[in-house]
């Protein structure tokens, strides 16, 4: 029987590692809990409205369909044992002879989940569309409110985290505010909305050069973002966030409020470490070897935002696309090597540059010696994001999206869709809940009058 | 000031309604629940995968965006005091002299709607996405069974009602398991699964012409569909639907059961009756006037799915776009003339033709004398779903989909997105939860070994 490869995780690291084992003599076990390879960078323009979930999400079992020696199984993953050479699942348990985990990474709210419901980070599709809807029900509640000060709090949009992430949500909604509502409203002017983005650090995109950084806060100033520096979110409540600085603390009253401030390894590293004695970082990364594989368990690789890999620099790579993938294909040479009784290479990480993107028409890119701000990048940028599609259809249909987006400065899917099947099913008041539950409303016919 | 003309629904009567009152001496408020306007002939292509929901729902406000007179609102209509010429929301109250109330239809279970959670309908985009995802679980839940019977349940489609909804649904369903999935699974074969439409009548299509409902069984057929008519449902559970006709009952185990069956008016169709004495069907619609007002109201008009219109024919209009699309534009008529001090004509409804979809390639037209089957009448109703889109982005994105999706033999949109968005955020299992629920799985390994 050929070797038994299982992957537990369809995102870059993951399908990159199945698929460069095509052709090996390896039996390949994709596991994911989702049915689709998500394209994540391009998630946030799901979360604003410029793209559709299915343009970014590819069905794993159509990514792999033609490669005989791969399947997928739609599983959640609870445990190993590393003894019996097994993954646990709720539901069963698969064999391995040998275990790649790319399980990747959560939201992290350093200690204050709490938070969660009231900032909601963004990861999944669902993520996206709940985001989605919360901003659009914001400009609709705002529309229906006549207090002014209600109308300031719907209309204030609260985005923490000054990283990468960070910075499109902010450029994105600036030009959610300014261009694509302009008109359609009535009481209300949607570019009067205010945007915040919240940064702890001096700088906004913080692993970029300062100059870069700089180039980003004036295009986004330039957009009417307030980037406010060196500020710590202290609380954060359903109608407002607390930041402080050594000045002290003030509140923003604000309905919308976005996390995108911090990441988590996936708990399944602490359920390897806890049957491998790997090491974990703080971060609940685990610790890798300079090959990717575990300390005394050659057959188990951690790769992706779940692997802490500081072999080359002294410190960790970032969790960004392309490390998981030049992971995933390494360990897959790394499993063809070894199976042809050749020697074993350490990973090395070539870092082929850093793309932001802050709006239409601006990016900063990080290339070594070679830094850019404008549109030059932004073109960049769009290519990369196009040329990494998993297929060739999500790229027709991204390309035909941005296309008509550019030229109508419109977005395609400004959708308010229900927070909770069962309760459209019953037929009960919709996303009406949300602006209802405030009670912030006055007669309507007074705004009509 | 001018006369203020207040719409109920953004569907395809309200929509058409409010356009047509474009430049006239009114202001218009069309107020609806959801923020978009839904191509609903084109929702049974998002239920299967062949279309995003962004694809065929456009924002209200951009719609009606460049007529200065009309006005969105947000917001849930439950009740009318006509007395005050109000319509109240749930929180709050609009002033009207002249009311549109073009508030549709939901699913109707026939008194038995403990059966809406075994057999979701097709009526809302979460509908849509709902179905979209059992139709995905059962085929990936299949694969990981290994009790054949419980494969074969997994594998069995029924669905409810032999209308055109129903024999899209049944087609479409067909192609899903013979085309889209055919290579990708390992454990099962997707072709074999048997899809079964239910129809209690004795023909499907009823409202066509015998010999084409004719073709379509035999087309249905001819892609493996069992098209069984005069049974009648008597019981739904989620892992069986019990049918029975005069040789008595039977079971059929299935685990994806769709509801196509019936529909019901808007409730709004009662309330209003309450507050007006105007009569209603049996199945909850308003009977109207020949010019589509209330007795003894002639300032409140009731048009589309909710209105029953027998002035014709002595038979009540049939509850399609077409219908609404010609009634919202006849009481703009209607009201523009009274405004003009002209005379008010009946309404008088010009019957286009009608077009049903089985699958790729064939389609049945029932246009008068003329009557045709295949390929001619498919893409007839290809162009006339594309012409009717109500913006040009709709169009353009629908095209190029249905371009790809046919030159590909695929669909685009074969996502398994979440029931509930709260258990994805704080990390749940996800799709698993309805697969595991089963408790159905053997051990993995098994089907692995």
């Not at 343009?55 to 003894?83: H, M, S």
């Not at 970029?208 to 980037?227: D, F, M, N, Q």
């Not at 609380?235 to 000045?247: F, K, L, M």
């Not at 919308?256 to 988590?264: D, E, F, H, K, R």
Request: proline share 5%; with cysteine; net charge positive.
């Amino acid at each position: 029987m050929n070797e038994r490869v299982v992957i537990i995780g369809g995102g870059f690291g993951g399908l990159y590692a199945a698929k460069r084992l095509k052709n090996a003599p390896v039996e390949v076990t994709l596991i994911d809990r989702r049915n689709h390879h998500l394209f994540q960078p391009l998630l946030y323009q799901v979360a604003t409205g410029a793209l559709s979930p299915a343009d970014i999400a590819t069905p794993l079992r159509r990514l792999l369909k033609r490669q005989r020696n791969a399947r997928v199984l739609l599983g959640e993953v609870v445990g190993f044992d590393v003894e019996n050479k097994q993954v646990i699942l709720t539901d069963g348990a698969v064999d391995y002879d040998t275990l790649i985990v790319a399980a990747g990474s959560g939201k992290n709210y350093f200690g204050n989940d709490q938070w969660r419901d009231n900032a909601p980070g963004l990861k999944t599709v669902e993520d996206a569309t709940e985001i989605r809807r919360r901003i659009l029900v914001a400009f609709e509640a705002a529309e229906r409110t006549s207090d002014p000060e209600k109308v300031r709090a719907w209309l204030t949009f609260v985005v923490i985290g000054g990283g990468p992430t960070g910075v499109e949500m902010a450029g994105s909604l600036a030009e959610i505010a300014r261009e694509t509502l302009r008109d359609g409203f009535h009481s209300i002017n949607p570019s009067d909305a205010r945007i915040v983005l919240v940064q702890s650090g001096d700088r906004i995109l913080p692993t970029y050069p300062p100059e870069l950084s700089a180039k980003a806060t004036e295009a986004l100033e330039r957009l009417g973002v307030e980037v406010r520096t060196g500020v710590k979110v202290t609380d954060v409540q359903e109608r407002r966030v607390t930041v402080s600085n050594a000045d002290g603390a003030q509140d923003i009253p604000a309905r919308t409020i976005l996390w995108t401030a911090g990441v988590q390894a996936s708990p399944l590293g602490k359920r390897l470490a806890d049957a491998t004695g790997a090491p974990l970082d703080r971060g609940g990364r685990v610790i890798v070897e300079p090959d990717l594989s575990l300390p005394g368990h050659p057959e188990i690789f951690v790769i992706g935002d779940l692997a802490h890999f500081a072999h080359q620099t002294g410190e960790p790579l970032p969790g960004v696309a392309q490390v998981a993938i030049q992971q995933g294909c390494h360990v897959a040479r790394v499993i063809r090597r070894r199976l042809a009784g050749r020697r074993v290479t350490p990973f090395h990480y070539r870092d082929l540059g850093n793309l932001a993107i802050v709006n239409r028409g601006m990016a900063v890119a990080d290339m070594g010696r070679v830094r850019l701000a404008g549109r030059l990048p932004w073109q960049l940028w769009l290519f990369i994001h196009l040329m990494y599609q998993m297929d060739i259809e999500n790229r027709v249909l991204v390309f035909v999206q941005w296309l008509w987006n550019y030229v109508t400065r419109g977005r395609s899917a400004l959708l308010i869709t229900e927070r909770d099947q069962l309760a459209a099913s019953s037929q009960a008041p919709t996303s009406l809940k949300l602006v209802t539950s405030t009670g912030a409303f006055l007669r309507v016919k007074d705004t009509n009058s």
